[in-house]
């Protein structure tokens, strides 16, 4: 036909057997479009399938299809055309598929397709009653002959030790429940814990503590773990003695218990200024606990029942203070000042909590929010309010920017924006229905929650709606898996498909822009094929049974790069069958120029073990990840922490040529073959994944080399034995 495009239709199966529900058929009617999927995408070709229900009436179907060019073509033409105006079909007069009243599987097979090419597709089914088309879906053809590379110029790291004392890398909560791993804002440093010591070994404790840090020539790994924390948790304790570190590493916050014969043993916290063993001041007390901190932890938020400032009460207990009543300190390495001192009172009211274990207190310390019998406060300077006082009390706080000065709280469905310069509250949903709060910029003015009728974008005085789902894991903002850049840029994890992006069944990471209204889905397969597996970013990790207040960066701080795992193979070199670690980055970003964002592997694809995100730099330049891949030569292939680190890799260290007996004879003169790389060292470069082509030519040149050596050695011993001969034999003649 005029206009279409030239293909090869080679293959066409209707399978009957696979018969699946479809809407109920009153009466004979037009055909029903059930599902439309694709499938067995390749550089030329593609399985087109769909599930139609002919509705009880003869009907044929056929699928319709075109680049993605022409589609967009037709949609801005002048006056606007159908998108599939000129659309090549498969097959031209259609296939019967029977005048059945369930839902009929139909497979088309496409063949002779443009590489690396985007196309549109639809499925049309007919019969006397009428016509009826599937959604507009895509599909995109791959490479021919795919080669693995990492995007932006990355190359890969080895940040922990090799010499791990017989032993490997947990990841998060794997010892105890626990263990902290965090990147440097900077991505210079990384710190990680293991169930045993290595690295300069102190009498660690139950779990040992790490910082490795970037040099010229390469990581290099310190243990920090404090040598009188030895055995003081006893045999099984509630995650690792590390508890938080401020966004450069700098400082760290430690539980440190004290041994004692009997009764309960003083827990406190000690603030580490650095990591060489210096510990400024502590702070000691029964029963304390970690509440939470500001960023650079130059100030930490701590409960205990006991009344440790003399602005402070305690509530009596058996024994003591009332455990279930405690008190809230902020503590700044040098003093603690009670926080928990309701309006117009001057001494504390014991049974505050915390609002949030992330994001209650500001980033410069000066306002924190806290609860007391169900009520919600902010405590600012020597000052406290009643944040839910215009609601009649009740709120459940959400979240707060970074000042501290905009608050969000729910409740009974409503969401509601506190303003603490005016001291004031509005509902943002008037109508309620709110399920959940996902987040809220860092300034507070972009807020996202989820309410009955989908996911809504609260800004500037308005409200949109983003998608019509999101899973509940990205809720609250302060454990839940979203994240929300300075921008607006907001990352989540839906498992209903959105949109045209086919993940049924499966959990996928979306990306919604507020600034072009764009809706990505990060982690759906490039080709369009349907999920098979899972993605998820991580919320707050646990250590033990307390949230840590730290979200790994999973989304860039200007909302342009995402890192999360997944179990789907998003490009064609992931063979492992397991997860892996994947970079979205917008386009015009690292070396992304594709409209949309480019999808990239961060981790080998291979690893037999599969790979995970732990963390990145503020910017996404450094993705740090576990993996038991051996991604360096010298990396024995253990769990190991790698650097994704863009413009990073290193030249491998040069590693000695084994010789054999006389081999090892020094070899006097000038080599045979001054090429550098082929004298007794052998230089390897570090390339992004390791060519094992080139390992074994290496080898062999070796191998011929160490050979050369030996015919050498051994033509001057024959030459030697030849001489000695000779002055044997002229010895006989002379005494002849």
């Not at 990355?154 to 890398?169: A, F, H, M, T, Y």
């Amino acid at each position: 036909m005029p206009g279409c495009l030239t293909t090869a239709v080679v293959a066409l199966a209707i399978a009957v057997a696979s018969i699946v529900p479809a809407p109920a058929a009153v009466a004979a009617g037009e055909p029903v479009i059930a599902d439309s999927w694709v499938s067995g995408v390749s550089a030329n070709g593609a399985d087109l399938r769909a599930q139609v229900n002919p509705n009880g009436l003869a009907t044929s179907a056929r699928f319709e299809y075109l680049t993605s060019a022409a589609y967009q073509a037709n949609l801005e033409a002048v006056p606007p055309r159908d998108g599939f105006s000129g659309a090549s079909v498969s097959p031209t007069t259609g296939t019967a598929l029977g005048s059945g009243s369930v839902a009929v599987a139909y497979t088309r097979h496409l063949g002779g397709l443009k590489v690396t090419t985007s196309y549109r597709y639809r499925v049309s089914a007919s019969n006397t009653s009428g016509s009826s088309y599937g959604p507009a879906r895509s599909f995109t053809t791959t490479e021919t002959a795919p080669v693995f590379g990492l995007p932006d110029a990355r190359g890969w790291e080895l940040v922990s030790p090799i010499d791990k004392n017989g032993e490997e890398i947990q990841g998060p909560g794997e010892i105890f429940g626990g263990g902290l791993t965090q990147a440097a804002a900077d991505g210079a440093s990384f710190t990680f814990s293991s169930r045993t010591s290595f690295a300069d070994p102190h009498a660690a404790s139950s779990a040992s503590q790490y910082i490795s840090r970037r040099t010229a020539a390469g990581w290099l790994t310190e243990n920090v773990t404090e040598p009188r924390l030895a055995a003081a948790f006893g045999d099984a304790p509630d995650g690792v003695p590390y508890r938080l570190f401020s966004a450069d590493l700098g400082r760290a916050l430690i539980a440190s218990p004290e041994r004692c014969e009997s009764g309960p043993c003083p827990r406190g916290f000690d603030l580490r200024a650095n990591s060489s063993g210096v510990l400024s001041n502590s702070v000691m007390a029964t029963d304390m606990a970690f509440a939470g901190a500001r960023p650079d932890l130059n100030a930490a938020v701590l409960s205990s029942c006991k009344a440790l400032t003399a602005s402070a009460t305690e509530a009596p207990g058996a024994g003591g203070c009332d455990e279930t009543k405690p008190n809230l300190y902020e503590w700044t390495g040098a003093s603690l000042t009670a926080v928990n001192l309701l309006p117009d009172q001057s001494t504390s009211t014991p049974g505050a909590e915390l609002a949030a274990p992330l994001g209650a207190v500001s980033a410069d310390g000066s306002r924190i929010y806290f609860t007391q019998a169900g009520n919600l406060y902010l405590r600012a300077g020597a000052e406290t309010v009643q944040v839910d006082q215009g609601v009649g009390g009740g709120g459940d706080f959400q979240v707060a920017s970074a000042s501290g000065a905009i608050a969000f709280f729910t409740k009974e469905g409503h969401l509601y924006r506190f303003d603490a310069a005016t001291e004031t509250s509005a509902d943002l949903t008037p109508a309620g229905e709110v399920v959940g709060v996902l987040g809220a910029s860092p300034d507070g003015a972009y807020l996202y929650y989820l309410a009955a009728g989908g996911l809504f974008l609260a800004h500037n005085g308005s409200v949109g709606k983003v998608a019509v789902a999101a899973d509940a894991s990205n809720y609250p903002p302060a454990t839940g898996s979203s994240r929300i850049a300075a921008d607006g840029t907001l990352a989540f994890v839906s498992s209903a498909p959105l949109g045209e992006f086919d993940n049924t069944g499966f959990a996928a990471v979306y990306l919604f822009r507020p600034g072009s209204g764009e809706l990505i889905c990060a982690s759906c397969n490039p080709t369009g094929v349907r999920s098979s597996g899972p993605s998820t970013i991580p919320g707050a990790l646990l250590n033990g049974t307390t949230p840590t207040p730290y979200k790994p960066r999973a989304l860039s701080s200007d909302g342009k790069r995402l890192f999360f795992d997944s179990r789907e193979s998003l490009f064609p070199l992931d063979t492992n069958s397991d997860t892996d670690v994947y970079q979205w980055e917008a386009q015009g970003t690292g070396s992304c120029l594709k409209p949309g964002g480019c999808v990239n592997l961060i981790s080998s694809g291979r690893a037999a073990g599969g790979a995970a995100f732990l963390d990145a730099s503020a910017d996404g330049s450094d993705v740090f990840f576990l993996t038991d891949a051996s991604l360096v030569p010298a990396d024995p292939g253990v769990m190991d922490v790698y650097d994704a680190r863009q413009g990073g890799g290193f030249a491998a260290a040069l590693i000695p040529i084994a010789c054999v007996g006389d081999a090892c004879q020094v070899v006097p003169g000038e080599p045979d073959d001054p090429t550098p790389g082929t004298g007794y060292y052998r230089a390897e470069a570090n390339p992004p994944l390791p060519d094992f082509a080139k390992q074994a030519a290496r080898r062999r040149a070796a191998a011929k080399k160490r050979a050369a050596i030996k015919r050498r050695a051994a033509k001057r011993r024959a030459a030697a034995k030849n001489r000695a001969a000779h002055k044997h034999a002229a010895r006989g003649r002379g005494q002849g």
